[in-house]
Structures are given as structure tokens and as C-alpha cells.
């Protein structure tokens, strides 16, 4: 027999330190909403190369967002190369964001419900061209602007910023970007490269997260060490912990700064 797929929601628990992690990001977000005019709405999540922790973490805050925060949330599986959204939150992957830019999915069709009453997914579906071809810049403004007033947050979980052309693209359609970063495996020249080509868009960047932290942590900021572990066994290996952004201004250094040995 097949062995059910895992998702996020196996290893959700409110004591779990991967979650606490994303409690606190979310928090700093929501303190500094506090004092906007215009909070923003719209958060694409990227980072500079593949398999850093982008799609874990939009989930997961998605998740946080929605069931502790209790906003109406929707997450948007963008990485239409890689995508996984479908997997992390144990839903179909079509229609999605493809079939709606294609036009043969309506917003009905390509949103799902999720096992959090307040969580929406939009997962990627599935291209019928190049996704070069399918990624339509204009659709996918018209289609966030449409969404825009029907949610609290909206996470956009997109490729990697340095090879492949899409996340500059979205950048220009959403209010904030967080960086994701991998502590020991994102490399600095990457990191170099990601900040060159977001440059531009610098100002709307409202995070780094350093992902994978953990290891250089000391021992006592394990939650197990003062004995407060659940005592339900883990069922899924357990996400270490991203940290939380640094303040602006320090958006994408505090990565490269880790990655030189200094932070
Ligand atoms: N902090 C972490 N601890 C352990 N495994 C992780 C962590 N973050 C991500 N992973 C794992 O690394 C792999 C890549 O993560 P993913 O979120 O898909 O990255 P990306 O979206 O950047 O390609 C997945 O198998 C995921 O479960
Ligand atoms: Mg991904």
C-alpha cells in the first residue's frame, strides 16, 4: 500500500520550535503592520538558488497566519518549475495558478480549501507550454488584483531569484518580499547575485530568514532542553527553525554576513 504523503500539517504543533519560529517572524511582521498607513497585504517569498527552504516556510506561515493569527489567508504556489505547495499542504496540484493565467480555470476551480478553515491554497496547476510561455506578467497582476481585497495575507511562494526571470517579475506585483537563505549551504556569491538583481526593489524588501539555523544556536534554546517536549512522537523529520528578519535596512546582509562567519 502507498504510504500517505507527508505534509505540514503532520509536524504542526504549537510547541514545536519550527512553528514558535514562524510565530515570531509573523509577529515582527504584524508589529511593524501596526504602524503603516498602508500595511502590506502581499508577500512573495524567495531566495537566491533552489532547495533553500522557500516553500517550507511559505507554508508554514501561511499556516501560522491563519491558524494562530487567524487571518484569511491564501498562499499562491508561483514556482510553476519546482512546484510543491500541493505536497506541503496534501492537495491536488491542478488547476492552479497555470490554468488560471492560460484562462481555463476559474478562481472557483483553481482555489482550495485547506485543513485550517482560514487557509486557501492556489497550487501551481499545470503549465501546458514553457512556463516562460505560460508566466503571463499581466494576467498574474490581474489576477492578485482581483484576489488582493478578498484576504488579510496573501504568501506568493516563488522560484529562486537567480536563475530564472519570474520572481523580478512578481517582485513588481506584491508589497513585500522575504529572502529566504540556507545557514552552511547558500552560498555567498549567490547570495551577491540575488542582492544585485533585487536591488532595485530593495526598499520592499521586509526580511531575510535564515533558514536551518539551529546548529549555531547553543543548546539551551532547544525547547526539549527544559523538558516542554510533547510527548506525541514526531511524525515527520523536524524542520529546523528559520530565524527571525533582521530589521530593514539589513534586509539580505545578515545571510552574507553569516556565510563570511559573522553574524
Ligand atoms: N530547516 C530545515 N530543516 C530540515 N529540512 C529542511 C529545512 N528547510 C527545508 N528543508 C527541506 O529541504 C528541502 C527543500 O526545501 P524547500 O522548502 O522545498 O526549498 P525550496 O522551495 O527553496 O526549493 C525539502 O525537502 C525540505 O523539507
Ligand atoms: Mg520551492
Known sequence: MKRPQRTLFDSFNLDAPHVTEARRLLQTLARRERDEAHPPKAYMITSAGRGEGKSTICGL???????????????????????????????????????????????????????????????????????????????????????????DLIFIDCPPVVPVMEPLLIAEHVDALLVVAMAGATQVTMIRRMRQILAPLEPK?????????????????????????????????EIRTPAVPPPPGDAAARPAARERGGA
Do not use: C, W
Open 61 to 151: 506561515i501561511s499556516m501560522v497566519a491563519a491558524r494562530i493569527f487567524r487571518r484569511k489567508t491564501l498562499v499562491i504556489d508561483a514556482d510553476l518549475r519546482r512546484p510543491s505547495m500541493h505536497s506541503l499542504l496534501g492537495l491536488t496540484q491542478r488547476p492552479g495558478l497555470a490554468e488560471l493565467m492560460e484562462g481555463s480555470a476559474s478562481f472557483e476551480e483553481a482555489t482550495r480549501s485547506t485543513l485550517i478553515g482560514t487557509l486557501s491554497a492556489i497550487p501551481s496547476g499545470r503549465p501546458t507550454k514553457s512556463v516562460g510561455d505560460t508566466y503571463d506578467d499581466i494576467a498574474f497582476r490581474e489576477l492578485l488584483d482581483q484576489l488582493r481585497p478578498q484576504y
Open 205 to 237: 524588501i521586509a526580511g531575510a530568514i535564515l533558514n536551518n539555523a539551529t546548529d549555531g544556536l547553543p543548546y539551551y534554546y532547544d525547547y526539549r532542553y527544559y523538558g516542554y517536549e510533547s510527548p506525541k512522537p514526531k511524525r515527520v523529520r
